[in-house]
């Protein structure tokens, strides 16, 4: 199946300062890629879409310019999570689809577990 | 806005024992899919059931779509300790997009 790369995987910062998730596919190029936040041991929550090339679409409820999303290539999207605070911690994880064949089913990254002290 | 919820929250079952979870969408639904995440994983697709009434097998795994197309379950026959995580149901929200079920945790006992 295809590979969604996802880093870093854990990252601890001071509160005010900014972090950057990467996410890459690996094996295919992906014009859309998705942002989750999962809290513990709750569901996936879509926070928003990120598309090659143009803004991202936020969800209803998610600060844009507090999550700022950017997708140059068509293999790379990132997230910043900028001016972070306590209750920013969270798992957040990105997925992409690959259409070539299958049933366009989701590809998840890793995951990168964000802990603001 | 759609709404997909899962029941129950929760299961712990004795090896060996059977493990069914349900979900249920408010709107009805084009496909459904089915993934799975290991506790401190991400998840992975499982299945996905397009056709009304829709029933395929992965295994010792059931899957089966309502005849609305608003609802699914999953069905585990004789668990092993390797099936434990959380199964999550996940349905189409427009343009590409899933929304996930509340998911269902499963622990086994040795």
């Known amino acids: 199946g295809a590979v969604v790369s996802q880093h870093p995987s854990r990252v601890i910062c001071k509160s005010g300062t900014s972090v950057k998730i990467e996410c890459r596919s690996l094996?295919?190029?992906?014009?859309?890629m998705f942002w989750y936040r999962q809290f513990p041991k709750k569901s996936l929550m879509l926070m928003a879409t990120?598309?090659?090339?143009?803004?991202?679409?936020?969800e209803q409820g998610v600060e844009k310019d507090k999550f700022l999303i950017n997708h140059a290539s068509l293999t790379l999207s990132t997230l910043t999570v900028t001016s972070a605070h306590p209750e920013d911690s969270s798992f957040y994880i990105c997925?992409?689809?690959?259409?070539?064949?299958?049933?366009?089913?989701?590809?998840f990254g890793e995951g990168s577990r964000l802990t603001v002290l | 806005g759609q709404q997909v919820m899962q029941i129950p929250q929760y299961q712990h079952v004795q090896e060996g024992e059977d493990f069914t979870t349900y979900c249920n969408s408010s709107?009805?639904?084009?496909?459904i899919q089915w993934y799975k995440q290991r506790p401190g994983g991400h998840p992975v697709f499982l299945i996905q059931?397009?056709?009304?009434?829709e029933v395929k097998k992965q295994k010792r795994l059931t899957f089966q779509f309502g005849e609305a197309k608003k609802n699914s379950s999953l069905h585990i026959t004789a668990t092993q300790t390797t099936d434990v995580g959380t199964y999550f149901c996940a349905g189409p929200s427009g343009n590409e997009k899933l929304t996930f079920g509340t998911g269902t945790r499963l622990t086994i006992i040795p």
């Open positions: 997925s992409a689809r690959d259409w070539t064949g299958g049933d366009g089913e989701l590809f």
């Open positions: 094996d295919f190029q992906a014009t859309t």
């Open positions: 990120s598309n090659e090339g143009s803004k991202a679409t936020y």
């Open positions: 059931l397009v056709k009304s009434g």
């Open positions: 709107t009805t639904l084009s496909n």
